[in-house]
Structure formats: C-alpha cells, structure tokens
C-alpha cells in the first residue's frame, strides 16, 4: 500500500453492497476511511469498526463539498438510480474537484461508449466529467456482478432450463467482492495520472457452458435455451421483476450475444496482484 497510512480516504454509497466491502476491507488494512451515505446512520456498524461517517448526496453538491472536506483521494461508486444519475453524478464530480480531491476512483462498466449498452451513456458522461475536471483519476470499468449470474443458475437447476437472449454470447462475469478489491487497491496503491480499467472475471462463460455448471452442481441436466431479448424480457415482466429492471437485463443479455461484454482483462490482477475469482467458486456447495 503506497497511500499515506494517516491520509483518509473516501467511499460514496457506503450503504450499499459494494460500498460497504470496500469499507471494510480498507478498515481491514488499516486504512482510515470516510464513509459517505444519504443515509449514514445505516452505517453504525462500520463507524463502531472505525469508519468516520459523513452524509453525501450527489443530488446536493453542498454536501459532496462538505464529505470531502480534507480527502485527496475518493472513490464515487455509481448510484442506483439507473436512467437519472448522471446530471447527479457530473455535479458531484464537479464539486469533488472543488474540494481539493486530488484523486478521484468511479465505478462504470465495460464498453461505456458502446451504443448497445443502456447504462453506457450515463457512465460514459460521467466518465467525461471526470476527465474535465481531473488530471489524475482511475475510472474501474467493471464488468456484470457474477452474483446474477450465481442467481439465474439455481434457477436453472430447480426448472432444467437456463433460459437467456445471449446466443452464443459470453460474459466475463466478476463477483462484487473483486469489483470491491479492485475500488480499495485503487485508492490505497498511490497511482496518480490518468488511467482507465476493465474489471473483469478471470474467463468468459456462453450460455452453454453456464448450463454446464448448473448441471454438474445440480447432478440433473440443464440445458441453455436462447430466445429473443423481448421474449426474455417479457418473461421477466410475468415472473414478477419491475418493467425497468426486466428490460435493462434483457438488454445486457442483448450485448452480450454480440459479444460486447465477454472480453477477459488482466487488469484486476495487475492492480490487485491477486487472481480473479472464478464464477464456479462462487457456486454455494449442491
């Protein structure tokens, strides 16, 4: 760890699954944190571990300003307010840089600027904020959380199908807890200057081979059925999932049959100096 072991550094979203390992892992190493939320008293777990809590909210640039108040550097993990963050996320990145942020991390996907991806243009103009008002940055362009993927497996091992819009398309599934190592490494390894990096899983999975691992976890056969991304999603609608979120994985699977999101990146363990944790080791015991 390069960082100053006395310097603090920050971490948006700290209520959220990803905020809250990255969290952690940094107070794990020693690491003095500031952890930001709307809502920080959710966190009292992590200030009895030692976290410093502080109310930030990108859609209040005031309280960014005061958030960061003595931070150089500063990790923004994208909100969840997917189609409505990114007049939001630009204001916070403005203000970041009025705080004196001399480093500054943000969490956006893989192939941002591709026009195939939905939530590619909000984390490409985020990301264009960024480097607007930043010389020194480290964008992590990570791939889809292998956890859905995890999900969409029992799934298929309780209905003999695994049922996707993805062809023969593959995916660099990544577990959010690497996502999570990747963001604290990279505020704590000392880097300054620009730099962008694809975060993702150790190898590409089709459909196919999914199914494969749902059959050999499950001991019954599972086969991969491909259909049209309306039909999926559509699908989805009927089993229950909001229209929004049925659509935007609908769209995912659509990426990824043209083969968008199954390039397999060494920077994870460039940054880190660890491997990428495999999807199949994720997989809970049959």
């Not at 001399?102 to 600027?113: D, G, K, M, P, R």
């Not at 059925?225 to 609908?250: N, R, T, Y």
């Amino acid at each position: 760890m390069s960082a100053s072991s006395t310097a603090p550094v920050f971490v948006s979203g700290a209520s959220g699954q990803l905020g809250r390992q990255v969290v952690a892992l940094l107070l794990a190493q020693g690491v003095p944190v500031i952890a930001g939320s709307r809502r920080p008293e959710a966190l009292a777990e992590l200030a009895e571990a030692g976290a410093t809590l502080r109310t930030i909210d990108f859609s209040r640039p005031e309280t960014v300003t005061a958030a960061l108040a003595g931070v150089s550097r500063a990790l923004f993990i994208s909100t969840d307010a997917v189609g409505a963050r990114l007049d939001a996320q630009r204001a916070a990145v403005a203000a970041a840089a009025a705080a004196g942020v001399q480093h500054l991390v943000y969490t956006s996907v893989v192939a941002a600027e591709s026009p195939l991806l939905l939530i590619g243009p909000e984390h490409l103009g985020t990301e264009a904020a960024i480097r607007e008002n930043f010389d020194s940055y480290t964008i992590l362009r990570n791939n889809l959380y292998a956890e859905l993927a995890v999900g969409a497996l029992d799934q298929a091992a309780a209905s003999g199908q695994l049922i996707t819009a993805r062809g023969e398309g593959a995916i660099a599934w990544v577990s959010r807890a690497d996502c999570a190592r990747a963001a604290a490494a990279a505020l704590t390894d000392g880097h300054t200057g620009a730099r962008t990096l694809d975060i993702t899983g150790p190898e590409a999975l089709t459909g196919d081979a999914l199914a494969a691992l749902a059959s050999a976890r499950s001991a019954t056969p599972v086969v991969h059925v491909s259909v049209p991304a309306a039909a999926l999603e559509q699908g989805l609608v009927e089993a229950g999932l909001p229209a929004p979120v049925a659509g935007l994985l609908a769209n995912f699977d659509s990426a990824a049959a043209t083969g968008l999101l199954g390039t397999v990146s060494g920077d994870f363990a460039a940054l880190t100096g660890q491997p990428a944790t495999p999807l199949a080791d994720l997989l809970p015991p049959a």
